[in-house]
């Protein structure tokens, strides 16, 4: 994968093994790295730097550190990679809710790094691609049923057939040079204006 000009953020309170994920970038070219090394205004911190990919080592974490570093990667739209050193069940299964491309348990060593790092950012535009793809399934299963309910509505009240009240739709649509589904959704609307839904 081609990481020219990316920016990384590690994010570890031991400079020592952060030390030892910056080791592991030293192949990529070109690349900016920010060491963080306090909790306090951490998400504000990346913010700030507006990091392309964010790298985690935790260590040893108690559960409310966990959580306190899962509350940041639900706010991070970025490939991240979490690396601890002991984990249970509980804990992976929230790192994957908190949005965490790559839960590494006992796996901190500097020639593990790219490939993690590989790992972490196909993982993400994978499941951004999913999400991509969700978003807009939805959107036109919701775009189907308001042309549905428009439909209805031109039936009963124009006492018309289906394919006529479809065609009333899209006969407006082409005229006024608008989607089907915004003619549909403005008819729901008149219809709801008027007390009538």
Do not use: C, W
């Not at 959704?185 to 709801?192: G, I, L, P, R, S």
């Amino acid at each position: 994968m081609q990481y020219d000009g990316v920016k990384i953020a590690i994010i570890d309170e031991s400079s020592v093994r952060a030390s030892i994920i910056e080791d592991g970038l030293a192949e990529l070219d070109n690349r900016e790295v920010f060491i963080l090394t306090q909790r306090e205004g951490l998400l504000a911190r990346i913010e700030e730097i507006g990091p392309d990919i964010v790298l985690m080592d935790l260590g040893n974490p108690s559960r409310d550190v966990l959580e306190e570093y899962f509350a940041v990667s639900r706010a991070l739209a970025r490939p991240i990679a979490m690396f601890v050193d002991e984990s249970d069940d509980d804990a992976i299964t929230a790192s994957i809710d908190a949005g965490v491309s790559a839960y590494v348990v006992d796996g901190l060593s500097s020639n593990r790094i790219r490939p993690l790092l590989d790992l972490a950012v196909k993982r993400f535009n994978a499941f951004a691609r999913l999400q991509s793809d969700l978003d807009e399934a939805k959107g036109k299963l919701a775009e189907r049923e308001t042309i549905d309910r428009a439909k209805r509505i031109l039936m009963h009240s124009r006492k018309l057939t289906e394919p006529a009240a479809y065609a009333e739709l899209r006969r407006k649509a082409m005229s006024s040079n608008k989607r089907i589904a915004e003619i549909a959704e403005a008819v729901v609307t008149a219809h709801e204006l008027m007390g009538e839904g």
